[in-house]
């Protein structure tokens, strides 16, 4: 009997509890013990990587790596002996890959484990955790209760890294299209519905037959609906920004409540890179000055299985422990939501922040995040940092880039949050709880805009998006060609965005509200249309108005008030997007840019060219992801870092 193997399994997996018991007991030997009795630490060592322990609550494997006092390996092979259990090399294992292909990838990620062979009834499986009956009963629901459940320890990135070896096509699949196998009518992998090709060919049609009719009467019809419009969006943005102007005046959105170290949360960091091998050495000095504690940290560096320079940079770069190398396989479309989507099956944090390889962000943002979080309810899913750049007076382009992004995350986020309407998240330093990120399905690989396409979801789910005033500090760009690739991606994104959310009207309506369909009508729709309308806009009014400079009136091409409208857009419209980049621009108290802020119509000029650059993509080409390039600039100083959210400066 004792010869028979399914006996012997049940006497193996029986020891295997009795060991886990004996572990948790306080007279079993410890972590610290046995890598000391192996001379793998020494004894001062193991004391003060302790007090680490004590102060952040952190488990104490975590804390040895975290202090580089230990290798991975040797820590996992000692717990393997505190657990009472065989150490398992998968880099040197064979895996049944049909037995894991019975289990889901997610599942087995989140778990730490994977199941190795199969003898029979008998399953080994591989845990980087402690095992546990929980890991026995998923195998079971799989494979049978008559299974029995061997264990051996293994490390986590083993675990990972096998992961990613045996399910490479299911994962690759899953970071493309997981959204849509979903929900197809969520993702924008179909650019356009069969009712939104119908409905657009029944609208060209009768274009064209009243062109041919009435000529006169259409090109004024829409010269009228576009210079409405364009009022509308404008006048949209200026109240909105007004609003955030007082939010951030009357709030102190910067708290002094210090979270312990110990009630900090495992936070995830992704960072996907794609051709920044001259910059990813930055990237980690940069995520080293994280006011965070280091073994509470887990970064994931996303590299694309191509891009052998970047990754051969970056092991070069010689990452912490806490930086984890996550190899995205090569798939369509490669973007960045698609690596992402990849990380987030990967992701252990409660909470997850999105960096670019080339961002700075203030040592405090992921402790500010949290307190954002911890002082709010659950409905709230992310929130978004401040965006700037360091790197303002390159050039005449990033001095109008800085003016940008300073009245639209200092002013517009915050006041769209003020005035509860969803916030299109920047595509960097947005802070998610990750459960609810799961929950939403993560971003869509087809959407090159895929963070303000995932605002959206996030409010139509009930979800709110909040802002920080903590500071990212990125680097403009300021080639104009790379510029207006990258401007070309974001309006097209917008685009897609607006498409998406506008095929099924009566449930987008249901599921965001009057606020939602506001926020998506004169934002995320209305900004494409107003950078695509403007140029003809200005120069149907500088035609109308001409005559009047000799004395002969107006022209008669737009009816009755409507030339007041057109006028107004000219004059008063720019001189709002003036002053908004003038208010910004006092407030960050980066004054020598004031000046610059008058160019912001020729600045339009160049959004117009990259919006219709947009919808030609749209057409012809709507997923290329047309990669800005970063490492450019000689400016390394940052800008007035905390001169945001200091009350001193804010009558600036």
């Known amino acids: 009997m004792d010869d028979d193997p399914i006996t012997q399994a049940r006497l193996e997996e029986a020891a295997t509890r009795a060991d886990v018991r004996a572990a948790a007991s306080p007279r079993a030997a410890t972590l610290g013990d046995v890598l000391v009795a192996r001379g793998l630490l020494t004894r001062e060592k193991l004391d003060e990587a302790l007090d680490v322990h004590r102060r952040s609550g952190e488990r104490l494997g975590r804390v040895l790596l975290s202090l580089g006092y230990v290798s991975r390996l040797d820590m996992h092979r000692a717990l393997g002996e505190v657990w009472g259990l065989p150490f398992v090399d998968l880099t040197r294992t064979p895996i049944d890959a049909t037995l894991c292909h019975a289990f889901d990838p997610v599942v087995l990620a989140d778990g730490g484990w994977i199941p190795v062979a199969r003898k029979g009834d ?153 051709g920044e091998a001259n910059v990813v050495g930055d990237l980690v000095e940069h995520l080293g000055r994280l006011d965070y504690p280091q073994e509470k940290l887990e970064i994931l560096l996303l590299l694309e299985e191509d891009d052998e320079e970047t990754i051969a940079a970056a092991r070069a770069a010689r990452p912490p422990s806490m930086v984890k190398f996550v190899i995205v396989p090569r798939g369509k479309p490669q973007t960045k939501p698609r690596a992402c989507n990849l990380g987030l099956v990967f992701a252990r944090g409660e909470f997850l922040v999105i960096y670019d390889a080339e961002d700075i962000p203030e040592p405090g943002q992921l402790r500010e995040a949290v307190s954002a979080f911890r002082n709010s309810g659950p409905e709230l899913a992310c929130v978004q940092a401040r965006l700037n750049y360091y790197n303002a007076h390159e050039n005449l382009l990033t001095r109008m880039f800085t003016l940008e992004y300073s009245w639209w995350f200092d002013y517009m986020l915050p006041g769209l949050d003020r005035l509860r309407l969803p916030i299109p998240l920047g595509g960097t330093s947005n802070h998610f709880r990750t459960s609810v990120l799961r929950e939403l399905g993560g971003w869509d690989a087809w959407n090159v805009t895929e963070d303000a396409d995932l605002g959206l979801r996030a409010n139509a789910k009930g979800y709110t998006v909040g802002v920080i005033a903590s500071t990212t500090f990125e680097e403009a760009c300021g080639r104009y060609r790379p510029w207006i690739k990258q401007r070309t991606r974001w309006i097209k994104g917008y685009m897609q965005t607006a498409l998406v959310h506008s095929r099924q009207p009566l449930r987008s309506l249901a599921a965001a509200g009057p606020r939602g369909a506001l926020g998506l009508g004169l934002l995320v729709a209305g900004t494409p249309l107003t950078f695509l309308a403007s140029p003809v806009m200005w120069v149907i009014t500088a035609m109308s108005f001409a005559p009047a400079l000799w004395g002969a009136g107006p022209a008669d091409l737009l009816p009755g008030p409507f030339e007041l409208v057109a006028l107004a857009n000219l004059v008063i419209g720019n001189l709002f997007m003036i002053a908004l980049n003038a208010l910004a621009v006092g407030r960050r108290r980066i004054l020598g840019l004031l000046p610059f802020a008058l160019l912001n119509p020729v600045y339009w000029i160049l959004h117009s060219i990259a919006a219709w650059r947009a919808l030609g993509q749209l057409a012809f080409n709507p997923f290329v992801w047309e990669k800005t390039p970063h490492g450019l600039t000689s400016h390394t100083a940052t800008l007035g870092i905390h001169a945001a959210a200091d009350p001193a400066h804010e009558a600036a």
């Open 122 to 274: 008998v399953v080994r499986v591989a845990t980087s955790e402690r095992p546990h009956a929980g890991i026995a009963d998923v195998v079971r629901d799989v494979l049978g209760p008559q299974v029995t459940v061997t264990f051996g320890a293994t490390t986590d990135w083993d675990v990972d890294g096998a992961l990613r070896q045996v399910f490479r096509a299911p994962l690759a699949d899953r970071a493309a299209n997981h959204l849509f196998d979903s929900d197809p009518m969520l993702s924008a992998r179909t650019v356009l519905t069969r009712p939104q090709k119908v409905l657009g060919a029944l609208c060209a049609l009768l274009v064209i037959a009243a062109l041919v009719w009435q000529p006169l009467v259409v090109l004024v019809g829409v010269l009228v609906a576009a210079n409405v419009a364009f009022a509308l969006a404008v006048g949209f943005k200026a109240l909105t920004a007004a609003v955030g102007w007082r939010a951030v005046r009357r709030a102190d959105t910067r708290r002094d409540d210090r979270i312990p170290d110990h009630e900090l949360p495992v936070y995830t960091v992704l960072v996907p890179v794609f």
